[in-house]
Every structure is written in structure tokens, then in C-alpha cells.
């Protein structure tokens, strides 16, 4: 039969603008974080990663956050452009569940023009 | 840049039959999995393979599913006897090590679907 699909929060950010993306996770024993982007009709992409023992970490344009303390992990984008307009997943892994990526909602990015 | 590939990238079948899915990991990776996203939905993890063994599998993975390393480079997918609910987008993925801490590639994914 028909499965339900979920209704994925929207973000919508004027091009230029800094885009902040959440991620609650649901595992306090986690220790390895993923931020992906799906792009329509493509598979995840990596965007960055973080290990628990650190809060922040940077890539080009890309910083992620976490906060073990509320198990919740954010993406900032800087100066957001039209080719980040995509779905973007957190995913979380550790070893309880061994290699396995649990992945997280997803949020949907609009860049406005 | 390495990427991991995959074929089809389009199946149409019929409920009942059997469908095989395709994946070449990267080159050098030693660990490889299948994940499925229904349309819509979170991408789920379905078995993840190493060393020629399954090294674990989710609950959605049952006895229609069967996963081979056929040659040195090819990893596939088989579901013995379609469902309509086994319509999704399946994506392959690899990593160099089996660590949880070791990134997954993913590509771009097969949209399967079963009428």
C-alpha cells in the first residue's frame, strides 16, 4: 500500500543570507555525525562531519555544531547560493550500532533568487 | 574524483519478480552497504557487507534480500520476489574501513519501481 510520507520542514533563505539547519538526534551514545545533501533525484552527499568529542567544526562555507548536551547538531551555511537548495540530512552512528548510519528527517533548503 | 556508481538508475518490474541491483563501490573501500529511501521518507539503513559476509542487517532486510559480491568490483542487490512496498530509491554506499566513524559515499541511487 501507499506509505505516508513525511512532511519535511522547509527552510526558505534569499541568496546571500546565512541558512541555519537543526537536527535533533536520538542517541546520547552516538559518537560520529554527518551532514548530507540530497539534491533531487541523487544520492546523499557528504558535507561535513564531527566527532563527539569536539562542538564545532568548519569546512568551506560549512560549520556544523553539536551540543551533546540536548543531542542536537546544526548545519550553518554562510552566504547560501542557489546550487544549496536541496534536502539536507543529519545522520548518526556509533558503536551500538555498529556501522550503520541512522539518518535523521531531513529539511528542505529553498534558495530565493 | 573516486564516486560510487550505479546501474540502473531506473527498474520498472513487476510484482513477483525478481529484480538485481547493481553497485561499483570505490575502488580501495573495503566496506559496502545498501540503504532505501521510500519516496518521501528517511533514507534507511538496509545490510552492510564485508569481506565477502554480511556484518550486519536491519529488519527490513528478510529473506527476499540478498546481497553478493559477484567479482572484484561489483556489488549487487537481489530481491527475490517483489512487493509493491519494496518501491523506493535504493542507494549503495562504501567506506574504506567498517569504523563508525568512517564516512560513507553514497551513489546516486536506483529508483525502483514495482507495479
Known amino acids: 500500500g501507499e506509505s505516508v510520507g513525511l512532511h519535511l520542514p522547509t527552510l526558505s533563505v534569499q541568496e546571500g543570507d546565512n541558512s541555519i539547519i537543526n537536527c535533533a538526534y536520538s542517541n546520547s551514545a552516538s559518537d560520529y555525525f554527518i551532514w548530507y545533501k540530497q539534491e533531487s533525484g541523487k544520492g546523499p552527499q557528504f558535507i561535513i562531519d564531527?566527532?563527539?568529542?569536539?562542538d564545532k567544526r568548519q569546512g568551506q562555507r560549512v560549520t556544523v555544531l553539536l551540543n551533546k548536551t540536548v543531542k542536537h547538531l546544526s548545519l550553518q551555511i554562510a552566504a547560501t547560493q542557489p546550487g544549496d537548495s536541496a534536502v539536507y540530512f543529519c545522520?548518526?552512528?556509533?558503536?551500538?550500532?555498529?556501522?550503520?548510519?541512522?539518518f535523521g528527517a531531513g529539511t528542505i533548503l529553498r534558495v530565493k533568487s | 574524483e573516486p564516486e560510487v556508481t550505479q546501474t540502473p538508475s531506473h527498474q520498472v518490474t513487476q510484482m513477483g519478480q525478481e529484480v538485481i541491483l547493481r553497485c561499483v563501490p570505490i575502488s580501495n573501500h573495503l566496506y559496502f552497504y545498501w540503504y532505501r529511501q521510500i519516496l518521501g521518507q528517511k533514507v534507511e539503513f538496509l545490510v552492510s557487507f564485508y569481506n565477502n559476509e554480511i556484518s550486519e542487517k536491519s529488519e527490513i532486510f528478510d529473506d527476499q534480500f540478498s546481497v553478493e559480491r559477484p567479482d572484484g568490483s561489483n556489488f549487487t542487490l537481489k530481491i527475490r520476489s517483489t512487493k509493491l512496498e519494496d518501491s523506493a530509491m535504493y542507494f549503495c554506499?562504501?567506506?574504506?574501513?567498517?569504523?563508525?566513524?568512517?564516512?560513507?559515499?553514497f551513489g546516486p541511487g536506483t529508483r525502483l519501481t514495482v507495479l
Open positions: 545522520a548518526e552512528t556509533s558503536r551500538e550500532y555498529g556501522n550503520k548510519l541512522v
Open positions: 564531527i566527532r563527539s568529542n569536539m
Open positions: 554506499a562504501s567506506s574504506l574501513r567498517g569504523v563508525s566513524t568512517d564516512t560513507q559515499y
